[in-house]
């Protein structure tokens, strides 16, 4: 008597196998029926595979499996959490967390970003102190709760091994490590993110007052949290519209007993966030005439399986990593479109709504970043790959579909099995190159200052980005910030943003009238920032030689140097040594 079949983790829940066109051997039509595997007969002795195997652990430990998974993203979340030194957004974070409610709105008014983000860290660091390390932390709480909202979403729409496989690729993403290790937004918009459109989903399918006060409520703090939620927002919007104009035409009828649900959500939506909306206008004008950003070039957008699976292009792994994770990204979208392309139009095992699922899922997976792409040309540069975090859900989620319901795996797992091996490269670059665990060294500045530090040094920065950090960790000596060069166009500071840091800039000359006698000067050189040059750089030194200092020793770190001046009233004007 044969063995009773069970279902396998390349099959779906109801232990049905699904045709996957990648693997057949014939097109097939719209109309042509899916053939069915030959019955078992009694005399047959069925012998279950590997994978049949796996798919049968895996239905019956998923809880197991569950905790398991959510235990490795964590652990790769807090893995040298405190390895690298603070930086400039984070200590911008830290340092705007601190202050009292009307300093902080007042601040994220005027610096690009709404304050979700900046109140929760507030909350989180007086209860935890305001370490660095304390602020990583609460990031790593949201991206371990996206690895979360991943299972929930994919479960809801594909079932437990879908799920714990999405699960899976979200937790070892170096995209999502990454930003789960700083004290920013980008761990809390991925989790908000994949929370907008599992209350999307869960609002339409089930079409209750409390489903849509979910999808509500994720949108508010979405755009309260990133401006680009906005784009998801939209992306959400065009999808219900489309399908609401795709139903009509099939079917002959619309489907409006979803729209007051839907309409109510976004008029609630454009309430909450009204008061912040006078506050958006004024960023969009001022980032129309000037922004850091680069204009992005327009293939990019074929980039984002790349960035959000393997970020291997993101990460110094050398030549050989690089070019194979340039090569497999793009080659992974395209056997997953291919795949997709089937499901679209037939459905799964003739189920019409999974080809809602998955285009939902392309829709708020490419959308967003088509909108940005397209603003970024009519309006001002806006594509920044780690303000797409929060679309990032459908990658993992579509991927682990595809390849839990190939009849025949091989060719996926030859992809993702060198995609494996890329990844990895990422997170060994991530967590042990020099380039990552040295970054910044902010830290070793400061103390290497502190440690040659006499009475009356001073300290002269020349851009924010280590004058910022050298506050937070509370260098020694009074810290100046030399004004930004005349006439960039880059420069992104605010006077209103400026007050709320704490942040000043001076005149070298004026600086150096305030110095004592026998102080000296620290000269902290970043690397030329947008809009700066070497010339304003050397300039800057030039006029510290020329009130008769003398440069007597410097010190490389990341990015920069730093340089003692000495006071020698018998010289004159030297050269500048800057390289």
């Known amino acids: 008597m044969s063995e009773e079949k069970v279902p396998t983790l390349l099959q779906n829940d109801t232990g049905t196998d699904q045709p996957d066109p990648l693997t057949t051997s014939t097109p097939m039509s719209a109309t042509e029926p899916v053939e069915e595997p030959p019955a078992e007969t009694e005399e047959e002795e069925y012998r279950l595979s590997w994978s049949e195997n796996l798919g049968f652990f895996a239905l019956h430990h998923r809880r197991l499996l569950f905790w398991l998974i959510l235990s490795l993203a964590a652990v790769l979340r807090l893995g040298r959490l405190g ?45 935890f102190g305001d370490s660095v390390y304390a602020g990583r932390l609460l990031s790593v709480l949201f991206g371990v709760g996206f690895v979360a909202v991943v299972y929930g979403l994919a479960r809801d729409m594909f079932g437990s091994r879908t799920a714990l496989l999405a699960m899976l690729f979200g937790a070892l993403a170096p995209f999502q490590i990454a930003y789960s290790q700083e004290v920013r937004h980008y761990s809390l918009e991925a989790l908000l993110g994949g929370w907008l459109v599992w209350s999307f989903y869960n609002g339409w399918r089930r079409n209750t007052p409390l489903a849509w006060l979910q999808f509500t409520l994720a949108g508010i703090l979405a755009l309260y949290n990133l401006y680009y939620s906005i784009l998801g927002l939209a992306a959400l919007d065009f999808f219900f519209v489309g399908y609401l104009l795709y139903n009509r035409r099939v079917n002959g009828h619309w489907q409006l007993n979803r729209f007051k649900g839907w309409f109510f ?40 399986t790349n960035v959000y699976l393997l970020n291997a292009t993101n990460l110094t792994t050398g030549p050989l990593l690089t070019l194979a994770a340039l090569i497999l990204g793009p080659l992974i979208t395209l056997f997953l479109f291919n795949a997709l392309r089937f499901r679209l139009r037939r459905g799964e095992k003739g189920q019409k709504r999974r080809s809602f699922e998955i285009s939902l899922l392309l829709t708020y997976w490419f959308v967003p970043a088509l909108l940005a792409l397209g603003l970024s040309y009519l309006v001002a540069p806006l594509y920044l790959e780690r303000s797409l975090i929060g679309f990032a859900a459908p990658c993992y989620i579509l991927l682990a579909r595809v390849i839990q319901t190939a009849r025949r795996p091989a060719l996926w797992f030859g992809l993702i099995i060198p995609a494996l091996v890329v990844l990895l490269g ?33 300290t002269i920065h020349t851009n924010k980005l280590s004058y910022q950090p050298f506050q937070y960790l509370k260098a020694a000596g009074p810290q100046y910030l030399a004004p930004e060069e005349p006439n960039n166009i880059h420069n992104d500071t605010t006077p209103e943003s400026l007050k709320a840091l704490g942040m000043a800039f001076t005149p070298v000359p004026d600086i150096i009238g305030q110095i004592q006698a026998g102080g000296r000067i620290w000269f902290v050189v970043d690397a030329p920032q947008p809009g ?5 750089l050397t300039g800057l030194q030039q006029q510290i030689t020329a009130s008769h200092y003398k440069q007597t020793r410097s010190w490389d770190f990341w990015n920069g140097q730093v340089l003692l001046f000495e006071k020698n009233s018998a010289l004159g004007p030297v050269e500048s040594s800057l390289n």
């Not at 610096?111 to 507030?122: F, K, S």
């Not at 902010?442 to 006499?454: D, L």
């Open 83 to 127: 390895a690298r030194s603070v930086w400039y957004d984070e200590s911008f974070s830290l340092t705007l967390a601190n202050r009292d409610l009307p300093t902080l709105l007042t601040g994220t008014a005027y610096q690009h970003h709404p304050p979700l983000g900046y109140l929760l860290l507030d909350g989180w660091l007086r209860l």
């Open 426 to 458: 990422s997170l060994g670059t991530y967590y042990f190159s020099e380039e990552y665990t040295t970054h910044y060294e902010n830290e070793q500045a400061v103390a290497h200052i502190r440690a040659a530090y006499q009475p009356g040094d001073i």
């Open 532 to 536: 700066q040059t070497f010339d304003y």
């Open 265 to 304: 959500a976004n008029l609630a939506m454009a309430a909450a966030f009204a008061p912040w909306s006078l506050v958006l206008l004024n960023e969009a004008k001022q980032v129309s005439k000037s922004y850091w950003i680069p204009v992005p070039n327009p293939l990019e957008i074929f980039r984002l």
